[in-house]
Each structure stands twice: as structure tokens, then as C-alpha cells.
């Protein structure tokens, strides 16, 4: 049971180029997110994903897009780098959302990305 | 939006002390979590409260949810080395967007062996 894993680990982009993330949970999670996490910010949501097939904006979304095809998958992808997404990208999951007391969000251990 | 104020921002302590840090909101939650995060590491859960006025242990851990539902503690007795880290307040809300994680910007915790 490896829970939430994350791929790559370290990326060095130019300005301009694109990649993908790539986010697999094996807890058969509904629930899916992507965060970043800047010196000093804390998390922040940029996307979240209810249930396969579906997604929707978090707090910082611009700049990104996402994709739920599989269930135990999310990406997280990045179409023109820019240096302003410099960031700690968390991927988390949960089994459920909102009140109930199963609702941990699970982290992933993170993708350092550098753009330059 | 939402914001948390997390406090202290940083903290040195002595090995065997006591540490407290804070989190307040101007906006009520009906959830408050408690994070840390180790270096290199994503987040983990500490402590869950659901419910205002409710003080939860975990450990040497200890969280309670303000009556207000503005604000949430946490203490951590008797501090030893692995405490080192990052400690993260969150809270949540029901329903659509506000089930969403809001996160404070994080006490890093530093203790002198």
C-alpha cells in the first residue's frame, strides 16, 4: 500500500515549456487535490478533482490544468512554464471531503520544480 | 477569502519544554486540523476537531477547537528532537468549495538538543 506517490521528485524547466505531473493514489479515494507550497505561504489549492472525470478550480488555478481519467490518477499539468511557478507541488487525496471525520487528506511527499 | 494567522512564525526551544502556537481566523470553520510536515515530506495529520470547544490528545499533542469556531491551539509537552518541523493549522468548511483545505502559513519548529 504505497498511498499517495508523486513522479518526478526534482524538474528544471525553461520558461515556456511545458509538463506534466503525475499524481496515483492506491486508497481508492473519491477525492483528489494539487497544491503548491512557497516559503512562507503554506499550501495552496490550485485544483481539485470530486470523483473520476471531474475537476475544478482551487485558489490558484491559473496557469495549470488538470486531469482525472483514471480515479487513482491526477495530473497536474503545466502547458508554457513561467518562473512564478517555482514551487513545491503537493498532490493529496481523501476519501471523502467535507464534515465527516474520514475526510483526512492524504499528502504525497512532493515535486520540487524549478523554472528558469 | 478565508485566511488563517498562524503564530509564533518560528520557535526555538529548549529539549523537554513546552511549546504552544495558535491559529485564528476572522471567518468560523466547523473543522480545524492540525499538520506537520517534515523536511522533504508532504503534511501530516496530527490532530482532527469537529466540534467547538472539543480538546483532542495525540501523544504528547494536544489541539483544541476555539468556542468562537474562530481559533484552534495546539500544545506539545515535554519537546524532544523529532518534533522539528513545520506545523500547519487548517481549517474547513461544508459543502461545494468550502470543503476545501485553508491553510495558515506554518510554525517551524526548531528545538536545541
Known amino acids: 500500500n504505497a498511498g499517495v506517490t508523486q513522479t518526478p521528485k526534482f524538474r528544471v524547466l525553461k520558461t515556456g515549456q511545458s509538463m506534466t505531473l503525475l499524481c496515483a493514489q492506491d486508497m481508492n479515494h473519491e477525492y483528489m487535490y494539487w497544491y503548491r507550497q512557497d516559503p512562507g505561504m503554506g499550501l495552496r489549492l490550485i485544483h481539485y478533482s470530486v470523483g473520476e472525470g471531474t475537476t475544478a478550480k482551487g485558489e490558484v488555478p491559473d496557469g495549470y490544468n488538470v486531469s482525472r481519467l483514471k480515479k487513482q490518477n491526477f495530473l497536474l499539468g503545466l502547458e508554457s512554464a513561467a518562473p512564478s511557478q517555482t514551487s513545491v507541488y503537493f498532490c493529496?487525496?481523501?476519501?471523502?471531503?467535507?464534515?465527516?471525520?474520514?475526510?483526512?487528506?492524504?499528502f504525497g511527499p512532493g515535486t520540487r520544480l524549478t523554472v528558469l | 477569502g478565508q485566511q488563517l494567522n498562524q503564530s509564533p512564525q518560528s520557535m526555538f526551544i529548549q529539549e523537554g519544554e513546552d511549546v504552544s502556537m495558535n491559529c485564528t481566523s476572522s471567518s468560523i470553520f466547523n473543522t480545524w486540523l492540525w499538520y506537520k510536515q517534515d523536511p522533504g515530506e508532504g503534511p501530516v495529520l496530527l490532530i482532527a476537531l469537529y466540534k467547538a470547544g472539543e480538546l483532542t490528545s495525540n501523544g504528547r499533542l494536544t489541539a483544541q477547537f476555539g468556542i468562537t469556531r474562530k481559533d484552534s491551539f495546539l500544545n506539545i509537552s515535554a519537546s524532544i528532537p523529532s518534533d522539528v518541523g513545520i506545523y500547519f493549522c487548517?481549517?474547513?468548511?461544508?459543502?461545494?468549495?468550502?470543503?476545501?483545505?485553508?491553510f495558515g502559513k506554518g510554525t517551524k519548529l526548531s528545538v536545541k538538543p
Open positions: 493529496a487525496s481523501s476519501y471523502s471531503r467535507a464534515g465527516m471525520r474520514n475526510n483526512e487528506q492524504f
Open positions: 487548517a481549517g474547513q468548511n461544508y459543502g461545494g468549495s468550502q470543503g476545501n483545505l485553508i
